[in-house]
């Protein structure tokens, strides 16, 4: 039996291409004392890794190494007295089908606790960066107005619920009319805008928010920014989790000076990295669940099939094919 791995073939400039991607076969590991043998069955598949292929997130990723993310993997053979084989367990590992590990940095998962699948998403890195950035930086208040952009995605989707439980008006951004549906239907945003259809951002979210913005949760950037940043009240705050509209330019992104609006209207501006945060995951997670089992969150995921899948729904991320989290189920 051969093993699979994907690979960067270059770095991608602007949009990222199938041509970018290697999928090259080897052969098999072989465990050694200590080591256990990992079989992919989850692979998250994230925004932040375009930044790891030119280095604008470090550490780059090395050309002809295999790529990586969060991994669920299933322990097919254990020489490490803390696995047993069946058990699952999730770690940043290798985009391979299958590989070693010394188990060091690998958690256990409770499988009985929710689908495998969740541990990527709403309870992952993901769930965690929608509740720390928004309570920590967004500080929501019962009654203000909080406005989600990539309100569909993965964080997005999170973040608008969890404003809702504060008892927030919750308005989103998105890419497509359909979305604009599953936030209002199945994620409760109070409102919703495609921005592909909107040719003025700033007139139109301030007609969606007639007391202003009190909380904008940014997980894009760029003009559509400027159009909410713009109907900020005073004493506003911006959690910016990511940028994805800039993640494939290829020149600096420029737009209007924010610091005026900054000082006139008090706000705070702050970039978060869940990586920061490694200490109070336990806490978060917790919360999660229990709002998940009282069935206060719920969550959508895009799962792609087969380990050769893995570019495509990378680059789906840029052309807004996922709803909720983007995942690739191996075989
Ligand atoms: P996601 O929102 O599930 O997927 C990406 C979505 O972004 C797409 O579905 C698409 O939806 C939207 N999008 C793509 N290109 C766009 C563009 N040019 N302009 C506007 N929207 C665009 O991804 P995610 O994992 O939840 O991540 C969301 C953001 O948070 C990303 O910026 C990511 O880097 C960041 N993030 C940061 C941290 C951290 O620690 N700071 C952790 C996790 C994620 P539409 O159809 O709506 O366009």
Partial sequence: MKNRKITLKNRPVGMPLHSDFNIEEELMPVSGEGEVLLKSVYVSVDPYLRGKMNGTHPPIFELTQPLSSKIIAEVVESNNDNFIKGDYISGYL????????????????????????????VLGITGLSAYIALMDIGKPGKGETLVVSGAAGAVGSIVGQIGKIIGCTVVGIVGTDEKIDLLKTKFGYHEAINYKTTP?????????????VDIYFDNVG?????????????????PVCGTISSY?????????????????????????????????????IAQLSAWLKEGKITYSETILEGFDKLPEAFIGLFEGRNEGKMIVKID
């Fill in 248 to 284: 494939n330019d290829i020149e600096e992104q420029t737009g209007p000076s924010l610091l005026p609006i900054v000082v006139y209207k008090f706000l705070t501006i702050q970039g978060f990295l869940i990586g920061d945060h490694a200490v109070r995951f336990p806490g978060v």
């Fill in 200 to 212: 003025d951002m700033k007139a139109a979210i301030a007609e969606l928010c007639p007391n202003g």
């Fill in 222 to 238: 760029g003009s559509i920014s400027d159009g909410v940043i713009a109907n900020m009240n005073n004493y506003g705050r911006i």
């Fill in 94 to 121: 290798k985009w391979q089908e299958y590989q070693l590990s010394d188990g060091k940095a690998l958690q256990k998962i409770d499988s009985t606790t929710a689908p495998l699948s969740a541990y990527l998403g």
